[in-house]
């Protein structure tokens, strides 16, 4: 039985006060832990805050991206070290709107996975098609070259990592996949793991993320393959993140 998690992702969004606020929110609902792992992505800015007030909780938290470099003169670029100086245990590499909006490719993804990975980060891999793919009938064809980008460094780095299933229709769109069109990609994914390395496979975390609310939570973290979920807009309201907490709780 692998266990659940649920990570959200604030991407762009954010202020020290209102952080405060959510953060503190979290701690006294499921400070202690549960039944389900639980952790917030945040921006740079705000790991030190995120440190301080989760510190000692059962909350994990992490960063959104990182450098696929140690170090050196990669002006606005953040390593592996200086998140883990921060406390994060996690580190989202791929996510869809890195992938569009700054050009980062498959063998990018793949570098920074293993650098994270190097650093005693777990990365969260994100993996997701495009509408038009999707509806080009190469969904599969897309995540298998995703995901066979970071197995071609071999599978140490996917060893400690997690994986996210993000369509990218699905994503800050209201539109989620059905539970079912979801699963068949979880399983789809988990299959071409277990080419590789079978016991791999059935242990690893593959999350659903894409729209996911506390009204499709339970439905979505009930099928075989989904393992927890990457959440978005919702992670930025306590009352929502919470019920999708505890509907991965079960
Ligand atoms: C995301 O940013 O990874 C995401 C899934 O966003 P949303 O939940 O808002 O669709």
Redesign the pocket.
């Known amino acids: 039985m692998r266990r659940k998690l649920v990570a959200g992702?604030w991407?762009m969004h954010g202020g020290l006060a209102r952080n405060r606020e959510l953060l503190d929110s979290l701690v006294q609902a499921i400070g202690k832990g549960g039944s389900a792992d639980c952790a917030v992505c945040v921006p740079f800015p705000y790991l030190a805050q995120t440190q301080e007030l989760l510190k000692g909780t059962a909350i994990a938290w992490g960063a959104q991206t990182l450098s696929e470099h140690g170090q050196g003169a990669y002006t606005g670029e953040v390593s592996a070290a200086m998140l883990t100086d921060f406390g994060c245990r996690y580190v989202l590499v791929g996510?869809s709107?890195r992938r569009s909006l700054y050009g980062e490719s498959n063998e990018a993804v793949a570098a920074k996975l293993l650098a994270a990975v190097q650093g005693g980060l777990t990365p969260v891999l994100?993996l997701g098609e495009t509408l038009e793919q999707r509806e080009g009938g190469i969904t599969e064809k897309i995540i298998a070259a995703q995901l066979d980008a970071v197995t071609a460094a071999g599978m140490n780095g996917l060893a400690k990592a997690v994986i996210?299933y993000?369509p990218v229709w699905?994503?800050?769109?209201g539109r989620t996949a059905t539970p079912q069109q979801a699963q068949d990609v979880h399983a789809f994914i988990r299959t071409r793991l277990a080419g590789s390395d079978a016991a791999l496979a059935q242990r690893m975390q593959i999350l659903y993320?894409?729209?996911?609310k506390p009204q499709n939570a339970a439905e979505l973290f009930g099928m075989t393959d989904i393992d927890g979920g990457?959440?978005?807009?919702?992670?930025l309201v306590a009352q929502d993140f919470l019920a999708i907490c505890t509907a991965a709780a079960g």
């Not at 699905?170 to 769109?173: D, E």
């Not at 990457?230 to 992670?235: D, H, N, V, Y």
């Open positions: 992702n991407k996510h709107e994100c996210a993000e699905a994503i800050g769109t993320g894409g729209s996911v990457l959440i978005g807009g919702a992670s």
